[in-house]
């Protein structure tokens, strides 16, 4: 079993639906948990950083964490062409040697049509 | 800033020959990390290091050796090229203050063949 798992999609929205990710993950040591986009051709960029469990909001994206479920998702709102890319989640532990280790899902494309 | 300089973006090598996959960011990050991403499988973690003089293996080091000598340089080499190193290998760095993002290159698009 994979310590990440991620649905690779692809996943293919009309301009201004709401579009939702998620990931699953294995290993209860993780703590911090961030959303990558990554455009074609290009290396990953954070949108997302959460610790622990909750939610945060950043403009049209909404980051939700369950540990008890061991479960994180990633909603876009109203979402725009200039959103299509990779989004990769990634996981890594608190602290000691799993500082700055990232752990990712295998990502999913989505692409958003006008 | 620059943040996160690798070199070269693109190589096409022969199945045997060796390279060095340059990397540099001039954030004075403590932390420096080499990942690599196959189509469709996320990015695995090869080598990574915490300070100069210091390095430890990832997930998938075989293969491939790294170095860290300076702060602002973590380089990765490949002695033998084989086949299944076509990749594309992301050098990232990130600080030691909890909480902030790594900061990822652009990426080198390596093809063996």
């Known amino acids: 079993q994979k310590e990440v798992e991620q649905d690779p999609g692809p996943l293919s929205v009309p301009e201004g639906a709401i579009v939702s990710l998620n990931c699953t993950y294995s290993?209860?040591?993780?703590?911090?948990f961030m959303w990558y986009r990554q455009y074609s051709r290009k290396g990953p960029e954070l949108l997302m950083y959460t610790y622990s469990s909750g939610n945060k909001e950043d403009g049209r994206f909404t980051a939700q964490v369950d540990k008890s479920s061991k479960y994180i998702s990633l909603f876009i709102r109203d979402s725009q062409p200039s959103d299509s890319a990779t989004y990769l989640c990634a996981m890594s532990g608190a602290g000691g040697t799993s500082y700055g280790k990232l752990t990712f899902g295998q990502g999913t494309i989505l692409t958003v049509h006008p | 800033n620059a943040g996160v300089t690798q070199t070269p973006k693109f190589r096409i090598l022969k199945i045997g020959q060796s390279m060095t996959l340059q990397c540099a960011q001039d954030m004075n990050h403590n932390y420096m990390y080499w990942y690599r991403q196959d189509p469709g499988m996320g990015l695995k973690l090869i080598y990574y290091s915490v300070g100069a003089g210091i390095t430890d293996k990832g997930e998938v080091p075989n293969g491939y050796n790294v170095s860290r000598s300076t702060t602002e340089d973590f380089p990765l080499r490949l002695e033998l090229a084989a086949p299944s190193q076509t990749s594309v290998y992301f050098c990232a760095s990130i600080s030691n203050v909890v909480g902030t993002e790594a900061f990822f290159g652009q990426g080198t698009r390596l093809t063996v063949v």
């Open positions: 290993n209860s040591a993780f703590q911090y």
